[in-house]
């Protein structure tokens, strides 16, 4: 899909390779609209409300995730040889002569789910809405300094029919006085209230 608005765009493109999925459906809509409703209508802060909204914000993640899972042991600092043959991602000293340790050992899970097509359908769709929406902000004198599938940094305020509490809406997180982006998700700034 987002080949096909690239060239709606004048973009010219070659494909080496690739996957063509052709099933299309809202698989999700009854999952979405049961976790947004939980999490509009409950209390600000509880459990109710973090845990729909990482049930909303996980989803993508949970399809795109990879197989190759990580094993973590706790051992003696001094008795790390046998490790030599893993691939460790971390080690932290826990302070009493003991190390958490977290390696991959080769293990692949085949039952979790995992679906590429789908977690890229849904990055895709986001950066595609988020491209439009960009370029009509764009068209109405906005200057757009930073955007990801879910967010945006402008120097002015949204319209306020898009922002709100209803799915699909934007909500205003900060105002910043200064900001800086250095690449995809690294920024910092400092909000106007200090």
Same mark, same amino acid.
């Given at each position: 899909e *987002? %080949?096909?608005?690239?060239l709606?765009?004048g973009?010219?493109?070659?494909?080496n390779?690739?996957?063509?999925? @052709? *099933?299309k459906?809202?698989i999700?809509?009854?999952y979405?609209?049961? &976790?947004?409703? %939980?999490k509009?209508?409950?209390?600000?802060?509880?459990? !109710?409300?973090s /845990?729909?909204k990482l049930?909303?914000n996980?989803?993508?993640g949970?399809?795109?995730?990879s197989?190759?899972l990580e094993?973590? !042991?706790?051992?003696?600092s001094?008795?790390l040889?046998?490790y030599?043959?893993?691939? /460790?991602t971390? /080690?932290?000293?826990?302070? $009493?002569?003991k190390d %958490? /340790?977290s390696?991959?050992?080769?293990?692949n899970?085949?039952?979790?789910?995992i679906?590429?097509?789908i977690?890229?359908?849904?990055?895709?769709?986001?950066r595609?809405?988020?491209?439009? #929406?960009?370029?009509? #902000?764009i *068209?109405s004198?906005?200057?757009? &300094?930073?955007?990801?599938?879910d967010?945006l &940094?402008l120097?002015?305020? #949204? $319209?306020?029919? @898009?922002v709100?509490?209803?799915l699909?809406?934007?909500?205003?997180?900060n105002?910043y006085? *200064?900001?800086?982006?250095?690449c995809p998700?690294?920024?910092?700034g400092?909000t106007?209230?200090?």
């Amino acid at each position: 899909e *987002e %080949l096909k608005l690239a060239l709606q765009y004048g973009y010219k493109i070659k494909v080496n390779r690739g996957y063509t999925f @052709i *099933e299309k459906d809202y698989i999700f809509k009854d999952y979405v609209d049961y &976790f947004f409703n %939980l999490k509009k209508n409950s209390e600000a802060k509880s459990a !109710e409300q973090s /845990i729909s909204k990482l049930f909303l914000n996980s989803l993508a993640g949970k399809f795109g995730m990879s197989p190759d899972l990580e094993d973590h !042991e706790i051992k003696d600092s001094n008795n790390l040889d046998i490790y030599n043959s893993k691939t /460790i991602t971390n /080690i932290i000293s826990l302070g $009493n002569g003991k190390d %958490l /340790i977290s390696y991959f050992s080769n293990r692949n899970n085949k039952n979790l789910n995992i679906s590429v097509a789908i977690a890229a359908a849904i990055t895709s769709y986001a950066r595609i809405s988020m491209v439009e #929406l960009m370029l009509k #902000l764009i *068209e109405s004198n906005y200057k757009v &300094f930073y955007t990801d599938t879910d967010s945006l &940094f402008l120097d002015k305020l #949204l $319209n306020k029919h @898009i922002v709100g509490n209803e799915l699909g809406q934007f909500k205003l997180e900060n105002i910043y006085k *200064e900001a800086v982006f250095l690449c995809p998700k690294v920024r910092g700034g400092i909000t106007v209230d200090g």
